[in-house]
């Protein structure tokens, strides 16, 4: 194999597309800041939480850890890999820590295919593993955001974020099922046979084929996609504990319906880690509920801190590798 990506030094080219994402994510903040909310406001609402609530959210981190790490060994197993719980978990809060600094929520997902990569000799076959584990988690999100809007349908009018999660709900199933679909395999083997291409058509064949895999194994994939749901229902219970140590008058059924737009917003490779783009969605999505977009903004921050922390337990855990 070759040397491990997450040690090699960054291209000057991928440095400065960091640099740029880095820029970006700090003028959104900033113009956020100036246009949406001052700082003294922000300091004003975090003065006011409730310490308890937010120690309660924090711990409900081990649980969805825990819920990962799991479901990534119940796929892996299912492919022939037999990789300890322990390795999983530190793997996860190792990708927290470059999830922290990497363009979007996936960014740690890198480190995760590598050390999967370990116990497989394989990267596209740790890939598709990761991204199977990635993507039943997305789908549930994408179930939460189709039934939570379904039941909130007598809202829409007044908070158009109904419609939004209806929509991509809705999208992000066919997209998932679009990929599943032999026409797809079809469009990729259509690809022209040009220099750049014909590795990218045999990687996406190749990975595809494994992915497909699952499909002989109902067992295990319905196994991990149960832990999904608790994972991803542990995630709203999160941000629904968050809500609450900010005392927001936020319906329990409506958190199904916002957090996976906040969630997925991130993924945008725009920004790092989704900063800028988060602080900026919960303030639109807020501002229909009423709340003042200080509150929104806190909210927000408060996760981005969890995270800082998760993180540098994750960049611990890194460093003792070495």
């Known amino acids: 194999m070759n040397e491990n990506p997450t040690r090699a030094p960054l291209s000057g080219r991928r440095l400065l597309t960091t640099l ?26 975090l003065g006011t939480v409730r310490l308890p609530g937010l120690a309660l959210a924090f711990s ?39 999830n922290n600094f990497l363009p979007t929520s996936f960014g740690g997902d890198i480190v995760r295919i590598w050390d999967g990569s370990r116990y497989s000799q394989s990267l596209v076959k740790s890939s598709a593993i990761v991204v199977v ?16 809007s379904f039941f909130r349908l007598d809202m829409a009018h007044d908070v158009p974020v109904v419609w939004v999660s209806l929509v991509l709900g809705l999208a992000g199933l066919s997209l998932a099922v679009l990929f599943l679909l032999p026409v797809t395999e079809d469009l990729i083997l259509r690809l022209p046979e040009k220099k750049f291409l014909k590795p990218l058509k045999k990687t996406a064949l190749s990975f595809r084929e494994t992915v497909l895999l699952y499909k002989d194994k109902k067992g ?33 059924l409506d ?23 988060r602080e900026g969605s919960a303030i639109e999505i807020f501002k229909y509920y009423a709340i003042p977009s200080a509150t929104a903004f806190s909210f927000s921050l408060v996760d981005v ?16 590798r070495k």
């Open 20 to 45: 740029f994402k880095l820029a970006f994510s700090a003028a959104i903040l900033a113009l956020l800041l100036i246009f949406k909310t001052p700082v003294r406001d922000i300091v004003k609402v």
């Open 60 to 98: 409900l981190h081990a649980v969805g850890y825990f819920a990962s790490a799991y479901r990534w060994q119940i796929l892996a197993r299912a492919l022939g890999d037999d990789i300890p719980l322990g390795f999983l978990i530190r793997s996860y809060l190792v990708g927290t820590f470059f």
């Open 133 to 148: 584990e990635r993507v039943t988690g997305i789908i549930v999100l994408f179930l939460f955001a189709l039934f939570g």
């Open 220 to 252: 295990p994939f319905l196994k991990a996609f149960f832990w999904a749901v608790i994972l991803q229902a542990n995630v709203v219970v999160y941000f629904f504990l968050i809500g609450r140590a900010f005392r927001l008058e936020i319906g329990f």
């Open 255 to 277: 958190y199904f319906i916002f957090v996976p737009i906040l969630l997925l917003v991130q993924t945008i490779p725009v920004t790092i880690n989704g900063l800028g783009l």
């Open 305 to 320: 801190g969890f995270r800082l922390i998760l993180g540098v337990i994750g960049g611990a855990i890194y460093v003792s």
